[in-house]
């Protein structure tokens, strides 16, 4: 009796191993302790609604907008609603299958005597029965293929949701890099039109002089070549204005034509202050990374299901039926019948270990795909963190600079009106006077462009559940 005690405990702690799928490989990637960039730590971590902290109500209703109606969001909860189907598909083995049958049949002879295939014969030449069966067969899941099949589907069912929040967080965060543009070209637009007019203002001035003999030729052709230059920005930039709202409205899921005129500015809109913890908070809060994890999960799963089936498979069956040759006496004969049958696999010239080897390297791909989506979430938080970092010094002196070149513009008017200054100044400080104002609404839109993006490399406020 001590050895087939053995044998049986031995048997079942190998199978009970068997059924039991293995975690899958660490990344072994260590998270930084803290960020290099200058970061906020007070500051509360972005929930899931990020966009409101920019206090802009037109952002949030083409967030919202964009959530409800955009192509690529209902794309991505439809490859959710596959994977569901897939996981239910997977798991249906895990328990007996039952089918419920119901036939009948009449065979007549036409002439002859029939043969022994036949029911129907010379002395009756018309035969009639009927039968009913129920049918159950199950697989015992011996070395957990079958569980491991399943767990492959659930794995890959969360990739697939966490694949759908990564498409809602970049169509969020296009939208609001998208409307900051708009703004910002609205804004370079002013400004545009701002200086035009005072290049406008000149050329009178210019004019006037030139009629007086005070200004030559040369000094007139200079001051309407720089208005022409001027007026060739107007269109260039009414272009990109218009470039961007074809792309808004198309993250919206809209025509062009649909698109409501802004009616925010860029100044208007607030500075969120954005708080971003420590590196290691970004693996449970980046669904990219989420979804990198869980389908390494699945590939190791997979690796489970090549293996277990190249081991023997025992499948039991029963049947309970009945059959008559009329239809009222259908149950009046039952009878049950049961199978049990194992097979194994003998040849098959390579085919199961090529699944198993092919199952073990698609999981050392993903295990490398998992560690670097690590490694590119703390590099988009860095990026990001350098960016508002770099953006605020430069915006310190740009303001300087924008005030001192109005400053310089006015003075070199009024000097060159009064005859003490030379044209030549006062188109330097024009496009001194340009540049720096543009480039201050550029630098306004880098600002809470990096915002957008920190929240972006953050996760937007999404954590595991």
């Given at each position: 009796?001590?050895?087939?005690?053995?044998?049986?405990?031995?048997?079942?702690?190998?199978?009970?191993?068997?059924?039991?799928?293995?975690?899958?490989?660490?990344?072994?990637?260590?998270?930084?302790?803290?960020?290099?960039?200058?970061?906020?730590?007070?500051?509360?971590?972005p929930d899931q609604q990020w966009w409101r902290a920019f206090a802009s109500g037109e952002?949030?209703?083409?967030?919202?907008?964009?959530?409800?109606?955009?192509?690529?969001?209902?794309?991505?909860?439809?490859?959710?609603?596959?994977?569901?189907?897939?996981?239910?598909?997977?798991?249906?083995?895990?328990?007996?299958?039952?089918?419920?049958?119901?036939?009948?049949?009449?065979?007549?002879?036409?002439?002859?005597?029939?043969?022994?295939?036949?029911?129907?014969?010379?002395?009756?030449?018309?035969?009639?029965?009927?039968?009913?069966?129920?049918?159950?067969?199950?697989?015992?899941?011996?070395?957990?293929?079958?569980?491991?099949?399943?767990?492959?589907?659930?794995?890959?069912?969360?990739?697939?949701?966490?694949?759908?929040?990564?498409?809602?967080?970049?169509?969020?965060?296009?939208?609001?890099?998208?409307?900051?543009?708009?703004?910002?070209?609205?804004?370079?637009?002013?400004?545009?039109?701002?200086?035009?007019?005072?290049?406008?203002?000149?050329?009178?001035?210019?004019?006037?002089?030139?009629?007086?003999?005070?200004?030559?030729?040369?000094?007139?052709?200079?001051?309407?070549?720089?208005?022409?230059?001027?007026?060739r920005q107007l269109p260039l930039l009414e272009q990109r204005r218009q470039d961007n709202?074809?792309?808004?409205?198309?993250?919206?899921?809209?025509?062009?034509?649909?698109?409501?005129?802004?009616?925010?500015?860029?100044?208007?809109?607030?500075?969120?202050?954005?708080?971003?913890?420590?590196?290691?908070?970004?693996?449970?809060?980046?669904?990219?990374?989420?979804?990198?994890?869980?389908?390494?999960?699945?590939?190791?799963?997979?690796?489970?299901?090549?293996?277990?089936?190249?081991?023997?498979?025992?499948?039991?069956?029963?049947?309970?039926?009945?059959?008559?040759?009329?239809?009222?006496?259908?149950?009046?004969?039952?009878?049950?019948?049961?199978?049990?049958?194992?097979?194994?696999?003998?040849?098959?010239?390579?085919?199961?270990?090529?699944?198993?080897?092919?199952?073990?390297?698609?999981?050392?791909?993903?295990?490398?795909?998992?560690?670097?989506?690590?490694?590119?979430?703390?590099?988009?938080?860095?990026?990001?963190?350098?960016?508002?970092?770099?953006?605020?010094?430069?915006?310190q002196w740009q303001d300087q600079e924008v005030e001192q070149a109005r400053i310089a513009?006015?003075?070199?008017?009024?000097?060159?009106?009064?005859?003490?200054?030379?044209?030549?100044?006062?188109?330097?400080?024009?496009?001194?006077?340009?540049?720096?104002?543009?480039?201050?609404?550029?630098?306004?839109?880098?600002?809470?462009?990096?915002?957008?993006?920190?929240?972006?490399?953050?996760?937007?406020?999404?954590?595991?559940?």
């Amino acid at each position: 009796m001590t050895i087939p005690s053995r044998f049986s405990l031995l048997t079942l702690s190998l199978c009970l191993a068997a059924c039991s799928t293995p975690p899958p490989p660490a990344a072994n990637i260590e998270p930084p302790t803290t960020w290099q960039g200058p970061t906020q730590v007070a500051q509360p971590f972005p929930d899931q609604q990020w966009w409101r902290a920019f206090a802009s109500g037109e952002l949030d209703r083409l967030v919202e907008r964009a959530r409800h109606n955009s192509h690529d969001l209902a794309a991505a909860a439809a490859r959710v609603r596959q994977a569901q189907a897939s996981a239910v598909i997977a798991g249906a083995p895990l328990l007996p299958e039952l089918r419920l049958g119901l036939d009948g049949s009449r065979q007549r002879l036409l002439r002859g005597d029939g043969n022994d295939q036949l029911d129907a014969s010379s002395s009756e030449r018309t035969s009639t029965s009927f039968g009913t069966r129920l049918s159950a067969s199950y697989e015992i899941d011996f070395w957990g293929g079958l569980r491991a099949s399943r767990d492959s589907a659930l794995r890959s069912l969360a990739a697939s949701r966490f694949d759908r929040q990564t498409v809602e967080l970049t169509l969020t965060s296009a939208v609001a890099d998208s409307y900051l543009q708009g703004l910002a070209l609205e804004e370079q637009l002013r400004i545009a039109r701002l200086n035009l007019g005072n290049a406008r203002d000149v050329l009178a001035l210019v004019e006037a002089r030139e009629r007086s003999g005070a200004a030559t030729r040369l000094e007139l052709a200079q001051q309407r070549s720089l208005v022409a230059a001027q007026e060739r920005q107007l269109p260039l930039l009414e272009q990109r204005r218009q470039d961007n709202r074809v792309t808004l409205a198309t993250l919206l899921g809209d025509p062009v034509q649909a698109l409501p005129t802004s009616l925010d500015t860029l100044d208007a809109l607030r500075w969120p202050s954005i708080g971003s913890g420590v590196p290691s908070e970004l693996l449970g809060r980046r669904p990219d990374i989420a979804a990198a994890e869980a389908r390494l999960a699945a590939a190791n799963a997979d690796i489970q299901v090549a293996r277990a089936a190249m081991l023997p498979r025992l499948v039991l069956g029963a049947d309970l039926g009945s059959g008559a040759r009329t239809f009222a006496n259908l149950l009046d004969s039952p009878y049950y019948t049961l199978t049990a049958g194992l097979t194994a696999p003998i040849f098959n010239n390579g085919r199961l270990s090529a699944a198993r080897d092919l199952a073990s390297a698609r999981q050392q791909e993903l295990l490398e795909a998992y560690r670097a989506s690590i490694l590119a979430g703390f590099a988009d938080v860095e990026k990001a963190l350098n960016a508002i970092s770099g953006v605020e010094r430069q915006r310190q002196w740009q303001d300087q600079e924008v005030e001192q070149a109005r400053i310089a513009f006015d003075l070199a008017q009024q000097r060159y009106g009064a005859g003490a200054e030379t044209l030549l100044s006062v188109l330097e400080t024009q496009r001194t006077l340009y540049q720096a104002q543009d480039q201050q609404a550029q630098l306004r839109l880098a600002r809470l462009q990096g915002s957008v993006a920190l929240y972006k490399a953050l996760g937007g406020g999404w954590q595991v559940q």
